[in-house]
């Protein structure tokens, strides 16, 4: 490659197409170029040229294109010149007359010099040579291709074309049976790093990171719900703390009264009935003294039935276990079912991850971030088999999702590593414009639909990419990743892709405008501030939770959100699912 630099290249071709233009116009019509185009067109192109000069404009175009476009810009400009040095000198000939006589220097050499000695036969065979000389150069081992203009875009390490002249052969590719029936030659795929998986050795660079989607053959048994620890029975007291939050209020100068008390797993709701003349306004900006008189971490809020309600913790927290939420769980519909947690009556509430689509959990460490994601995982193979979704696990801390690599479900191994995720990731992106394809020409709407037509054991499964510490990526490489991972949230939805972001670090760095725009389900468990509250739920409320897996649920159909107790799975739990 004559020139390497990115830059350089840009500035000459954009100086050789100006010259061209330039050229181009002043031979045309000299006096509109003013005092330097009528000097360029009387001591240049006129004296060397002639007539020829009506191609130089489009000769300086061509190589400016060229060195745009070709890693080989020496040869490719070289024979281009071959060409045109015949072709200006027959274009001169053709308008020589009586009244405008050939004068350039580029006739009278190739005329005068050399057909002198060979004849105007030979000096035609002369100027044929050259022609089909540099027809051959500009054509040999030709890259003149769409996809090599890649200045303005960011390559994956790894992938970018190889310079030397012998290029390593690509495999072929295995054809999919879908894009097989549908179209015969489906579009070739770019080429990526191989995904490098965890106790495996890193391999050469060039080979594309491959998705497992292919129909699961092998019999699959979920688990049953004996399986699972049981609930254990308990008797707990509540309204221990009714007549003392009256007190609190009173002596605050608020008159109220405690109406019904619910009891759940991890906090109380005391009913509060404002008196007579008393705003609501009033009772909402004494979180900070009720606590305080409490001594415990108090939220006042509206519970699910749009009650003002006190909720106040426990004295003893009880444990939900996760075949609880499956004894429970009504929501049969859903085609992504995922089980969150109970609220403080102890209801079980769940949501379709297919129409949410995508999930943000933030919580600082300890908050219970890791259980809730193995429960939503698990709650999703529990309703499903692996023809119906695949997992895409991103595990930067290397410890939370080993267990789930013998899962059946999973398109591909557990990634540690971040220059995995950003592959992985890529190709998630890639896979995503190709169902786009696929279903535009299958004129359907969504993988829904599609599935619905599709032949059996043809169908599409659902793609659940779960990103843990997804901070630390952004923060490590944040154009490429973050740039990805918004792609996907923005587009994914039809085509049956869906993402859960989870991060400790809620700050604005991380979850930036377009994420939480494009991600409307969001979960907020323990933080260290109202700030990161606001953060993740556009308000306060999280910086109060209790931890280990106490939680606060927002989505499109639930604004002003709702506060839940998480499930514990434990690891034996989940190997249930591996079989």
Known sequence: MLFNSRAVKIILCFLLVLAGIFTFITVQTPSKTGLIGQGYYSTILIPFFGHGSKLIGYYLIICGALILVTSKQLLRITGVTLIMLPVMTWTDNYYITEVFPAQSALNHFMRSSVGMFIGNAGLLLVELVFVIFGTYLLLYKTDLKPSSINLFRRSIPGSEPESKEKMTEEEPEEIDEVEAEIKPLPKKQPLQPKLRLQGEKEEPAGRKVILNLKPYRKAFQKPKISDFKKQPADSVSYGEKKERIKEVFLSLGVEVNVGTVIGGPSVEQYEIIPGKGVKLSQIRKLDEDLSLALKSKVLITFNTQGALCVEAPMAKRRTVFFRRLLETATDTEAKLPVILGVNASYETYSFDLAELPHLLIAGTTGSGKSILVKTLLASIMYNLTPNDVRLVLVDPKRVDFGIFNASPFMACKVITDMEDASFVLQTLVDEMEDRYDLLERSNASNIASYNQSAKAGRQLPYIIAVVDEFADLIMGDKSDIGDNIIRIAQKARACGIHLILATQRPSAEVISGLIKANVPGKIALSVSSAI?????????????LLGK???????????????????????????????
């Not at 606001?534 to 109060?544: L, N, P, Q, S, V």
């Not at 107790?565 to 034996?572: L, N």
């Open 532 to 544: 990161n509250s606001k953060i993740i739920i556009d308000r306060t409320g999280a910086e109060k």
């Open 549 to 579: 897996g106490d939680m606060i649920f927002i989505s499109p159909e639930l604004k002003d959100g709702v506060r839940l107790q998480g499930a514990f799975i434990s690891d034996d739990e989940i190997m249930k699912f591996m079989k």
